[in-house]
């Protein structure tokens, strides 16, 4: 029985019970205000969306091992998308053969003969100037000139100098001298030269760092040569003492008129180096680069460097930011274009949490064994490390989806995980396709899920379409016939097996901690043997047989319009097990023992039967019955009016010049909000009333069906709920025929062998509403006017 301490109610119980229904407390106060709903939910979405992008992106991406030439690979690498990448190498040798191929940069100085002339009139002047001054320092002067002429002057030349006397006709000589050595390429050095023009010279003019016109350079002289050849050349007339000083003079002044250009090499070279393009190879998405167990070459270390170079440059953030964005567009517009489309899509918070919850957790049980997979390479050595996803449960969530929630939110689940599970597969297409179909089959073989052996059943059917993607692949693959595709068969055979044994161990865990009642619970809790049942049948004998008798109209009934049966049985035996702690205040519980109501006043009276809904609540809660019990007996009798009670307090208080409230002789309720609720309000009215009648014939059933069932649609106790008008048509037509063969006419026996008490009155009132208090005498005088007072007792008559 319940206790009015909360934690005593608890006690007895299991810990996952116990956190299963604190997290409900929890999650139904943080979305009891509506205000906020809209905001929790965005909340929710956010932060799922978030941790399943963690878990969503690619393994590769995030663990990348370099390796070197010659180190053995500890998993299959393959390249997770297009890579157009630079042979560094290479692209080094091809840029360094392009600088060594650069040519050699010379200046030419054409006006070299010109300068000699120029500074050696500038030095012809200094020495005249010094002359016609008087007495002058002869060292000084002939530092000055070497200064100028840019060579060492000895005292004899330096006297020469002086001494001569026609500087123009001088001048001109040095020039002809020098113009006839400089019509010849005068360098620095003649290996390094000759050197220089076999690799390819390139001429250059040293003001406008232009090309000058190729010319003939193999003619060539180093500045002795040069020098050797000014003293051979003869002037105009005999050359004297002095002009031959003078020409030893302009020997020395002599310098290279094709000189090395260091700078311009330098920069030539690198113009070179420049101007060749990276060398470029391509990698494809899903090429294999190494398997377990190789060595690696140095082409495809070269090729993992640079792949993993390559996902260096990844700007990890706005990866994160992009699958987090399409988590989000996957989650929000196919629910909102189910919530508009699809009738029976509409899940609550407590729904999108346990969806919330399943989503990260099926994920992070295929992150695990994608992670662990790469280490299994050498395990099937005709496999690649790729293929063991056929292995994977991907069709766990949505088996578990269609178990506890319907087919309609299982096909939306599937839609929305099966993309994100091909881009966590390296936006692999074959793992969408693989990871929908099997969810989408696996869902379908649980729509009837009563027993353990469903769930087997339905994974069978998983590994049949698995193993026949499997064969599609290979043949699209063109791998057919090969030792890999029988390892692959094998794994699709064996990962319907492996969904099914998840599912079944993990329906339990949600059960208590979600307080879902799915089927195989339902059909647990349906055993009369149960201890709430069997407590029922010993303390309220008359309501447990009530009970009974609507649970098999309402199954029907269930049937007939298609809802879910065995839940509304199930409820339908619990509805009223709140009677279990005042049974004697319940009149098919009475017999023709004392009436306990004789004694108390009218609303308090309304009071003890209204409690009888509250006391269930909790007793139910006790037994972890699962939340949609819970739900159905507080909605089983919803508002509706005590009608006996309520009349009795109003003669009562017209007498004392009182009005009484309605609404004090009403139940809670709420109203029915599901079909089954309905049916198990419909029902328990129904089969209350039907005891009421003392001649049971067919006609009567009738007319007493579809006049309870009216006044329970006129007084809006179905407004909440789903049933239509065609329902309540087939549902009649269901209770019809029940309660038919329930007060089917016996023949009488000649002889019987005991003889029915009260036989010969109608039979015994058994009302879940407002069980008469009236006494045995009453009943028998009401039976006679054929049951019309007793409607109003039931709080069903007009």
């Known amino acids: 029985m319940p206790t009015a301490n909360g934690d005593k109610e608890k006690v007895g119980r299991g810990p996952l019970a116990v956190i299963g229904d604190r997290f409900l407390d929890a999650l139904e106060e943080r979305f009891s205000n509506s205000r906020h709903e809209r905001r929790n939910r965005f909340l929710l979405l956010a932060a799922t969306a978030l941790f399943l992008t963690v878990l969503i992106i690619p393994r590769q991406q995030l663990f990348s091992v370099s390796y ?31 600088e060594a191929a650069a040519p050699v940069v010379y200046s030419y100085f054409s006006i070299a003969a010109l300068d000699v002339t120029q500074r050696f009139e500038k030095a012809l002047r200094m020495c005249r100037e010094a002359k016609s001054g008087g007495k002058f320092d002869r060292g000084a002067l002939r530092d000055a000139v070497a200064k100028t002429l840019g060579c060492e002057i000895f005292p004899p030349e330096l006297e020469a100098l002086i001494r001569v006397k026609g ?63 000014l003293m051979k050349m003869k002037g105009n007339g005999s050359d004297s003492r002095d002009k031959v000083l003078i020409k030893e003079v302009v020997g020395r002044m002599l310098v290279p008129n094709l000189v090395f250009d260091k700078a311009a090499t330098e920069e030539k070279r690198r113009e070179a180096r420049e101007g060749v ?38 700007n990890w953030f706005f990866m994160g930011v992009g699958i987090f964005c399409i988590v989000l567009v996957l989650f929000y517009f196919p629910y909102r274009f189910a919530r508009k489309n699809i009738r029976k899509f509409n899940p609550s ?13 099926s994920f992070l049980l295929i992150k695990i064994p994608q992670m662990v997979s790469s280490t299994m390479g050498g395990l099937f050595p005709y496999v690649d490390t790729a293929d063991y996803f056929y292995l994977f449960p991907f069709a766990v969530g949505p088996i578990l989806v269609r178990i506890i929630l319907n087919s309609e939110v299982a096909l939306v689940y599937c839609a929305i995980c099966a993309p ?102 339902l059909l647990e809790l349906s055993n009369l043997n149960s201890p709430v049942l069997r407590e029922l049948m010993i303390r309220a004998p008359g309501t447990y047989n009530h009970s009974v008798l ?135 009215h129904v089969e209350a009333a039907s005891r009421t009648l003392a001649d049971p014939t067919p006609a009567r059933i009738q007319g007493l069906v579809q006049k309870i069932i009216n006044n329970i649609f006129i007084d809006g106790q179905l407004d909440e709920c789903e049933l239509t008008l065609k329902n309540l048509h087939e549902i009649a037509k269901s209770f019809n025929r029940i309660l038919g063969a329930i007060y089917h006419h016996r023949i009488d026996y000649p002889e019987p062998a005991f003889k029915e008490r009260g036989s010969g009155g109608k039979k015994s009132s058994d009302d879940s509403n407002s069980e008469s208090p009236a006494s045995s005498d009453d009943r028998d005088e009401k039976s006679k006017k054929g049951g019309g007072e007793d409607l109003k ?3 069903i008559g007009h």
Do not use: W
């Open 277 to 314: 393009r990276p060398v470029l190879f391509q990698v494809k998405r899903g090429e294999m680069i190494v398997r377990v167990g190789e060595r690696i070459t140095d082409e495809q270390a070269l090729k993992l460097a640079k792949i993993f170079e390559a996902r260096k440059g990844i």
């Open 68 to 98: 070197k030439a010659g180190e053995i690979a500890t998993s299959d690498v393959r390249a997770s998308q297009d890579y157009l990448l630079e042979d560094r190498p290479l692209t080094q040798k091809k840029r360094n053969e392009a």
């Open 349 to 361: 918070n407590k729904d999108l949490v346990f969806l919330a919850f399943l989503t990260l957790l």
């Open 550 to 684: 609507v649970g098999n109209l309402v199954e029907a009934a269930a049937e007939t319009i298609n809802a879910n049966p065995l839940l509304a049985r199930v409820a339908a035996y619990h509805h009223d097990i709140g009677k279990i702690s005042k049974p004697l205040y319940f009149i098919e519980n009475v017999g023709q023992g004392e009436n306990k109501h004789d004694k108390l006043s009218p609303s308090m009276s309304g009071l003890v039967l209204i409690s009888h809904v509250k006391e269930g609540v909790e007793l139910a809660k006790e037994h972890r019955l699962g939340r949609s019990i819970v739900e159905i007996i507080r909605q089983s009798h919803g508002t509706g009016l005590i009608t006996f009670f309520y009349e009795k307090a109003k003669k009562t208080a017209a007498a004392e010049g009182k009005v009484v409230d309605e609404r004090d002789f009403r139940y809670p309720g709420p109203k029915p909000q599901t079909r089954e609720a309905g049916l198990v309000l419909l029902a328990d």
């Open 793 to 795: 007792r039931l709080g």
């Open 420 to 521: 994100l599970l091909g881009i966590m597969f390296n936006n692999s297409l074959p793992v969408v396709i693989y990871a929908l179909l099997g969810g989408v089959v696996g869902a379908h073989g649980v729509r009837h899920c009563a027993d353990r052996g469903t769930i087997y059943i339905s994974g069978l059917k998983v590994s049949v379409v698995n193993m026949a993607l499997v064969v599609s692949f290979q043949i699209f693959n063109d791998n057919l016939l090969s030792v890999q595709t029988a390892y692959c068969v094998a794994f699709a055979l064996a990962g319907g097996f492996v969904d099914a044994v998840i599912v079944s161990g993990t329906i339990p865990l949600f059960e208590n901690l979600f307080q879902y009642a799915t089927d195989i619970k």
């Open 167 to 229: 500087d123009r006709s001088l001048l001109a000589e040095i020039g002809r001298l020098a113009g006839h050595v400089y019509d010849q390429k005068i360098v620095a050095e003649k290996k390094a030269f000759a050197a220089d023009r076999a690799h390819g010279i390139l001429v250059v003019d040293p003001e406008t760092k232009r090309e000058i016109a190729a010319g003939d350079y193999s003619s060539y002289v180093d500045v002795a040569e040069a020098g050797n050849g």
